[in-house]
């Protein structure tokens, strides 16, 4: 009786303020609140200890399809057909070939909703639309299709580290894969996660694991206690209530097309049109943070998300987490804010493109991460401008930053340089991301006289390519950041002492959840 009445509540708080915006942003916040209500119950009463992993998958599935039509309406159909004619598609076809019908069909039928909601219904307009959702599910089969290829159809050896700790080795039952898909934890806003993570969460095996030793048999690295998440969620509670105050507060008084404003364009200095195409791309930001560790708070509520345990025995709770807030604000490097941004989506296109690329994967892992984000001509102004600058970035890093690794002086003032010129760099890079149309964008990129895309030519014409070592350069985008690197799954004890899927954790711009539209 809950659900309909917050509803109902809702259809009249927009009937009296005539603001669908308003009505779509709290209607979103409700059904996460609850879900995050859902997951305390979820992990207290049908924890693996208590209860079936068959009653955790069902309960996971019910509740997140509820939430969905809640959330959606009839809308939420369209998981429903995605998900399920994408399943047909893997046991219908054979192992060695279902990965590509997957991908072709669930890209194509996110594509063509998002296709029928901007050019159809309603342009810009429409900011919590049902696409979102789809986009992580999108996410899911095709990861899904992806690691079944490998675990039944590739030979072991031509696997990499990482699909081999990825590869499914059996079809999953429907209500596994539907439970994967659409469970309540990440309906909404995701994070992406792994098939066999999510498995091993409901089973509850995250806190048992076994590996074989030197001498081949079986050796229990850790067995500790379920570890409370309690923490973990309070803080990022914490992060999700500053995050929403600085975008209400914040946010409006700083918009983004201000940068195109033509008084603004006429009387400003150069100086200042920089540092408000700086701040107001900063106060864009904390829409995304409060999305992004919100549902990373609700899967750590359910019990979901469980690292292991750092070297001084504190358990981390960042195996789903979508972005590193810290990182990205401080970055001194186009990867590092890359690398630290929307991180599950990123090895998303790790997995099922930039890896598998026959030719360009840089080229063609921006390019899927356009179509995936939908069809605004302004995503793949992003997505282009971010292949230059950040082959750009990487050719300047390479010749340059070994000469200003030492004195401390001398590197304190290459980084004080470099953060001021990749924060100006990315902020000019999504412009068009956030204004969406074509001509809004080319005008900005016009007031700016298209200078970063000329330096980024100018540096990749003039300035040498490091060779580096067979294999290195088929990964330089997607290299794990600097505070990732002992996170691999080598399984010591004190780090991670179950295979995971996120130990590695860069990206592209952009984002899996969309929210509030980038006008508003």
Known sequence: MLLPLLRASLKDMESVTHKPYLFIVVNFVVCQLLALLAAVWFRAYLHSSKTSSFIRHVVATLLGLYLAFFCFGWYALHFLVQSGISYCIMI??????????????????????QITRVYIFDYGQYSADFSGPMMII??????????????????????????????????????????????FMGILAGPLCSYKDYITFIEGRAYHRA?????????????????????????????????????????????????????????????????YLYVSLLAA???????????????????????????????????VS???????????????????????????????CYERASFSPTV??????????????GYYLTFLTGVLMTLAARAM????????????????CYDIITWTVTQVAVSYTVVPFVLLSVKPSFTFYSSWY????????????????????????????????????????????????????????????????????PQQ
């Open 211 to 275: 590996q074989s030793g030197p001498n081949q048999k079986e050796a229990v690295l850790w067995e500790r206690a379920d570890p409370s998440p309690k923490a973990a969620v309070m803080h990022k509670l914490l992060v999700c209530v500053l995050s929403l105050l600085v975008h209400l507060t914040i946010c409006s008084a700083l918009p983004v097309d201000y940068n195109i404003d033509e008084k603004f364009l006429a009387t400003a200095s150069w100086p200042t049109r920089v540092a």
């Open 397 to 412: 890093r390479n010749n340059f930053r070994s000469y200003f690794t030492e004195p401390t002086q001398l590197k304190l």
């Open 450 to 517: 298209y200078c970063l895309h000329i330096c980024g030519i100018l540096v990749l014409l003039l300035l040498p390519v490091k060779k580096t070592r067979k294999g290195e350069t088929a990964h330089a985008v997607f290299q794990p950041s600097p505070c990732k690197k002992s996170e691999d799954r080598d399984g010591s004890p004190g780090r991670n002492s179950f295979p995971t899927t996120n130990s590695i954790a860069s990206q592209v711009p952009g984002g899996g959840c969309r929210l509030w539209s």
């Open 138 to 183: 999108t996410q899911k089969i095709t990861s899904l299709a992806y690691e079944i290829h490998d675990g039944m159809f590739r030979k072991e050896e031509d696997l990499t580290p990482s699909q081999r700790g990825l590869a499914v080795r059996r079809m999953p039952s429907l209500l596994e894969y539907v439970s994967y898909t659409c469970n």
């Open 92 to 113: 219908t076809t054979g192992v060695e070939s279902t990965h590509r019908y997957c991908f072709v069909f669930a890209l194509g039928y996110l594509t063509a909703c």
């Open 285 to 319: 930001r904390p829409k995304y943070y409060f999305a992004w560790t919100l549902a990373d708070a609700i899967n750590n509520a359910a019990g979901f998300g469980f690292r292991g345990y750092d070297g001084n025995g504190e358990a981390r709770w960042d195996l």
């Open 322 to 352: 979508n972005l590193r807030i810290p990182q990205i604000e401080m970055s001194t490097s186009f990867k590092m804010f890359l690398d630290n941004w929307n991180i599950q989506t990123a090895l998303w296109l790790k997995r099922v």
């Open 364 to 377: 063609q892992t921006f390019f899927l991460s356009a179509v995936w984000h939908g069809v605004y001509p």
